[in-house]
């Protein structure tokens, strides 16, 4: 099942509710990445409903998106059994610790970016 599938977009998931759907193991994964993006960037993640079609309705539902300075760094998505991380430009499809170790350096090359236009 897919996140719009479990959770409608009048029915904003509980942290419980997510840990339960993604599974124990996957949710402290995610809750490693939560943070490292929360401590490390300093950033107060927000819960928003996408209606995204994109990907056979795989982007549509609850996400977690990450900003700093009005721009994205990343955005995750709850799934069962695993997330989705999208960082501008690239997907993840994360279901062990090693692929959080290639979103954590997209996520730091993104804020580069971010922070290379700023100074232009």
């Not at 124990?24 to 939560?34: A, R, T």
């Not at 960037?41 to 998106?65: E, H, Q, T, V």
């Not at 069962?80 to 997907?91: D, E, I, N």
Request: aromatic share 12%; glycine share 4%.
């Amino acid at each position: 099942m897919l996140n719009y599938e479990v959770f409608s977009k009048e029915n904003q998931p509980k942290e419980t509710e997510i840990k339960d759907f993604v599974g124990k193991e996957i949710f402290d994964i995610f809750s490693e990445l939560d943070t490292h993006l929360r401590e490390d960037y300093n950033i107060k993640p927000k819960l928003a409903y996408s209606n995204c079609a994109m990907d056979k309705n795989i982007w549509r539902g609850w996400n977690i998106k990450y900003q700093k300075s009005g721009k994205s760094l990343c955005t995750i998505y709850p799934q069962q059994g695993y997330f989705l991380v999208l960082v501008p430009g690239k997907a993840f499809e994360v279901r062990d610790e090693n692929t959080v170790l290639e979103v954590k350096l997209a996520v730091e090359i993104r804020k580069n970016e971010i922070s290379t236009k700023k100074k232009a």
